[in-house]
């Protein structure tokens, strides 16, 4: 998927790093990655989310500079530990790529 702000399309993830269509950021429908790219991370900070506390750092960018979500660095549930290392960007923060199969649309 690609951030398309600034004008121009700018490629942060694939299709096979979708982990969950099923999370949330601020109320808005969010997807789950295994990884990223073209991304700047801001400073560490502890969140309470709905499932616990957990430490992320936002995740921008690297062209538009605009948040795209955030990438969980800990956390503190045993339940929740599979998300460490991971990132959540917001639905409308990205659009689909041609190369997506129609069974993994992102937008």
């Known amino acids: 998927s690609s951030c398309h702000d600034a004008g121009k399309e700018t ?10 269509k099923a999370f949330q950021r601020s109320g808005k429908k969010a ?6 790219e073209n991304i700047v991370l801001g400073e560490l900070e502890d969140r309470i989310l709905l499932n616990g506390v957990h430490t992320v750092t936002n995740i921008f960018c690297i062209d538009c500079k605009n948040i795209l979500g955030w990438k969980y660095v800990e956390a503190y549930e045993d339940s929740e530990k ?3 290392g991971r990132y959540l960007i ?3 923060k990205i659009r689909k790529e041609s190369g997506w199969s129609a069974q993994n649309p992102v937008a």
């Not at 997807?31 to 990223?36: A, D, E, I, R, T």
């Open 11 to 20: 490629h942060v993830a694939e299709n096979s790093q979708v982990i969950s």
């Open 31 to 36: 997807y789950l990655f295994k990884k990223c």
């Open 82 to 84: 599979y998300k460490v």
């Open 90 to 92: 917001e639905r409308g």
